[in-house]
């Protein structure tokens, strides 16, 4: 109690001093966002280099503190709302995106963790070089329609047991990582979590499948001929390695957990049918607009999540090591993420006149036009360090935040700023959320994989030059 009380009290003097401009009127859930200066920013960058570096230097801290240090951050955000703008206005801000946005978010997230957990690919093949291409291209594909989170859980474990008995297999699980983990989900809202954001913000469901397909195929191609030039250099060199038993023999392949199958479609039918049905009804939670389509959306998706786990056979989920861990993470990780996001989000609203101005002018070309290069770069580079769905968000306000301007005229730089938070988010173990999830699997049943900086030399030498190449091809 003591600590908050200084927290508290700390944060409150802090908006006082720093921002004493910032407490004016604001008009609904908008903030003034010109009023308020970079130290604002301060506990979103803090939070996310929380958790790009919390569970690699400080493992066993992080892992049983991690929701204390997410609501600090998200206080140091809070408080000073507060005292700047007024309580009334502070709530209507924090509680529109948590509603509107984060709910939905976590969710979709959930339902795709729940369902697909109770999918399981049982057996197991030999793990050649165009078996596991095959592997490979069938989790990319995957990816798109159960999410990289869900394909990941369900094709990591058969292409580590096709692959136990190889001395050299720790690349096929990082280009794993490259293709099904983050490259393959950029073709739907479904597929990563950045572009279920920008749907949530009114971004068609087709839109990224109508204008990614392109890039998507580009770079997933090159890099999976890439992983199989590698694969077959590695499968040759272990034919004069000394044998290895195989641990799991041989056998025919099957899936199990078929009646999850009809509900993963189940969650597609709900999200169409939110994007084509518009009622026009809306209902007000603690003031906050929320609109019937959505609403009935979210609550199918959940139905269908506690469905799954009723029809589910928990043998088939023990087989695929689930538990609550993961999702209960995100959930809390995120809650603070969409907190600590809203003053961000009002600065860049201010555009030219706001505190990251300098941000605004350095991805607009001279002619006022935006930059898309610059666009694709910046919000890749951010993505790899940082979760990519709110460095993604970060630059759509950015674009404008305008969802029917960005996807007619600005197509392009929405091509890019899609393009850069998805595929780009493969570059370091924190870039998305299933990276570290495949490490630890991965690294639990033997594979001898690459610490942080290893994986990042893969990284640099696979992926960048992809990324140089596309980037002139389609956004230069």
């Known amino acids: 109690m003591r600590f908050a009380a200084a927290l508290t ?60 240090i997410t609501i600090f951050w998200a206080a140091l955000v809070v ?29 979709l997230l959930f339902a795709l963790f729940t369902i697909s957990g109770g999918v399981l690919v049982a057996g197991n093949i030999h793990g050649t070089p165009l078996v596991n291409a095959g592997l490979l291209l069938v989790g990319a594909l995957l990816a798109s329609v159960i999410g990289t989170t869900g394909a990941s859980m369900i094709m990591i474990r058969p292409i580590i047991r096709a692959n136990d008995n190889r001395p050299f297999n ?33 971004v068609d469901f087709f839109w990224t499948t109508a204008n990614l397909y392109r890039e998507t195929l580009f770079v997933g191609g090159l890099v999976l001929a890439v992983f199989l030039v590698i694969d077959i250099i590695m499968h040759r060199r272990e034919a004069g390695a000394p044998k290895i038993k195989d641990p799991t023999p041989d056998s025919k392949v099957r899936i199990r957990g078929l009646p999850n199958i009809p509900l993963l479609a189940g969650v597609i039918g709900a999200i169409l049918l939110s994007a084509s049905w518009k009622p026009g009804v809306s209902y007000s939670v603690l003031g906050i607009s929320l609109e019937l389509q959505n609403l009935v959306r979210d ?22 090591g689930f538990n609550w861990a993961p999702i209960a993470e995100v959930a809390k990780l995120f809650a603070g993420i969409f907190i600590c996001i809203v003053p961000v989000i009002a600065i860049l609203r201010a555009g030219l006149d706001g505190a990251l101005a300098p941000l605004v002018a350095l991805v607009t070309a001279p002619s006022g036009e935006p930059n898309d290069l610059a666009y694709f770069w ?21 674009a404008g935040g305008d969802p029917q301007h960005l996807m007619t005229e600005f197509a392009s730089t929405l091509a890019a700023i899609s393009a850069g938070a998805v595929f780009m988010g493969a570059n370091t173990y924190v870039g998305n ?40 091809l389609f956004f230069g």
């Open 9 to 68: 009290a700390g944060a409150a003097m802090a908006a006082a001093m720093l921002f004493p401009g910032a407490a004016m009127a604001a008009q609904g859930h908008e903030l003034a966002g010109e009023a308020m200066s970079l130290w604002w920013a301060l506990p979103f960058v803090g939070l996310l280099l929380s958790i790009a570096t919390g569970p690699l230097l400080f493992h066993h801290v992080w892992e049983h503190h991690y929701g204390k």
């Open 79 to 107: 408080v000073p709302l507060v005292v700047a703008f007024g309580g009334s206005s502070a709530t209507q801000a924090v509680l529109h995106t948590l509603l509107t946005e984060y709910m939905s978010f976590i969710i």
């Open 170 to 202: 720790a690349h096929v699980i990082i280009f794993f990582i490259f293709l099904v983990a983050n490259i393959g989900g950029s073709l739907t809202p479904l597929g990563d979590p950045p572009l279920f954001v920008g749907f949530l913000r009114g």
């Open 299 to 320: 609550a199918i998706i959940l139905a269908l999540a506690f469905l799954s786990l009723a029809v589910s056979r928990q043998e088939y989920r023990k087989a695929n």
């Open 378 to 398: 910046l919000t890749g580079a951010l993505s790899s360090f940082l979760d990519n769905a709110p460095t993604y968000l970060v630059f759509f306000e950015l």
């Open 433 to 472: 959320a299933p990276n570290f999830m495949v490490y630890a699997i991965a690294k639990h049943r033997g594979v001898k994989m690459p610490g942080f900086f290893g994986y990042m030399a893969w990284s640099g030498l696979v992926l960048i030059p992809a990324f140089l190449i596309s980037g002139f």
